[in-house]
């Protein structure tokens, strides 16, 4: 990703905060904006354990609670989605300047990729199609060794 689309994904994800905030008569403040920033300069899939560091370093007056509350209110707005692969703790991942992508997860570095495949898109379409079933949404998550880790064991 760019610095420029890094830049059009913050402006969009404020935005959007901010018409989410106006809609429930809030106010946005300066530590969700700090949070916004810190979850869209962080990498994807982060944990809000991961997340709480990145914050700390640059303000030190935002603890855990306020952390879990800002994704909380992400997730409601749209600007962040929640992921809980095999390890059970939730990560996020941006909501703005994403297209629907499914995972490889490495289950000794735990890597993770992202993917997108037109094929199998289709194809699970077809199937729940034949089925007469609408599907809202899926996950596919498929689990394993990165070639990095398959090298050393
Ligand atoms: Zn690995
Ligand atoms: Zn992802």
Redesign the pocket.
């Known amino acids: 990703m760019t610095g420029e689309d890094r830049a059009t994904r913050l402006r969009e994800a404020k935005a959007r905060l901010r018409s989410h905030l106006e809609h429930r008569g809030l106010r946005s403040t300066r530590q969700r904006d700090a949070v916004l920033e810190a979850f869209l300069a962080a990498d994807?899939?982060v944990s809000v354990e991961e997340l709480c560091e990145r914050v700390r370093d640059a303000h030190r007056s935002i603890g855990a609670a306020t952390v879990y509350r800002c994704m909380g209110l992400f997730v409601q707005a749209g600007i962040a989605k929640e992921?809980r692969f095999h390890e059970g703790r939730i990560r996020y991942?941006p909501g703005v300047g994403?297209e629907h992508?499914d995972?490889l997860i490495c289950l000794a570095c735990g890597d993770?990729q992202?993917f997108e495949n037109p094929t199998i898109e289709r194809l699970q379409d077809e199937i729940a199609g034949s089925r007469g079933f609408s599907v809202t949404y899926h996950r596919l998550e498929l689990y394993g060794l990165c070639p990095r880790c398959k090298k050393i064991s």
């Open positions: 994807a899939h992921r991942e994403t992508h995972h993770i992202e």
